[in-house]
């Protein structure tokens, strides 16, 4: 099979031939007049629960990820899981899975009984485990008034996973969680609500990502019920209205911004990545942040010879039309065409 258009981000007009899973270049272009992706990316989605304090079902997960693909979401990174099994194979009918293990929750943290409980003792190793496929997930902080993970033991937990090869994602939503989260040196700051601007420098200079996850902070404030305890409500609102500047910011500073959505139903990236664009992301780089930014980030290659035939096409292209990421003409997941 042939597959040649104008390929992103190059804006190069390129021509390959799909040999077995991966791109070879070719000589011979095809009629097709497409915008080339590497495939969307959602880096927070959670494949295989509705809710949380669902228990993982192997359907349920499979349907997830199927809606991702046929998105044109070819990778997902879910960082927390219910998946009891931690070294799964990838399905290869389905996206590739950049697996996070569990979420690892300290007590009086996460929705009381679910993910895997530890003591703040037990959590550096915890995570040790947690990140046999790559990623761990560290809930860093939960209610505004309640203390995050203290410094040093989430500190512990970052060095201990990068000794073992392992990146570690934290969930933080309060100003403290996250200043804590980057002074630990996390990987991935998840949420970053009331994110402090004065750490953007840090998160950049360390190479920290921020996953603002906006698609499911915007159902929640649209959701929000003024008659619900009232410091809740306005933690909610402030971080909401905190969180489009913060955007903005943190791609300004040169931290890595990346689209994740949190929510259901699966296959909402392209929905993330113009939330993105509201907040004042430049188009090209709220693309880049749903796509091939977030492929070289999970050390995926984009569109190139020798690269993973994962492939999506639009008949315009994206950049001047973000709406066309709802609807992809082609989709080829290593080297099959899927819709
Ligand atoms: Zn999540």
Known sequence: MGISGIALPSREPVSFVVDGEFLRTSDSSTSDDLWLLPGLVDVHSHPGIEAPGDPYDHEVFRRHMLAHRSAGVLTVRSPGSADPVLDRPDDPDLPRLARGGRWLATPGRFFEGYGRRVTEEELPRAAV????????KVIGDWMPDDPPVPLDVLTATVE???AAGGRVAVHCQTAEGCRNAVLAGADSLEHGMHLDHSLLPRMAAQGTAFVPTLTTFGKTVQNL???KNPRHVEWIRSGWEHAFPTVRAAYEAGVTVLAGTDTQPCGEVAREISWLIEAGMPVEAAIGAGSWTAREWLGLPGLVDGGFADVVGYD?????????LMRPKLIVLRGKVTG
């Open 160 to 162: 201990a996973v990068h």
């Open 225 to 227: 019920d003024d008659s």
């Open 129 to 136: 485990e947690d990140s046999v496929s790559g990623w761990c």
């Open 316 to 324: 315009a292209d994206p950049v001047e039309d973000p709406d066309v």
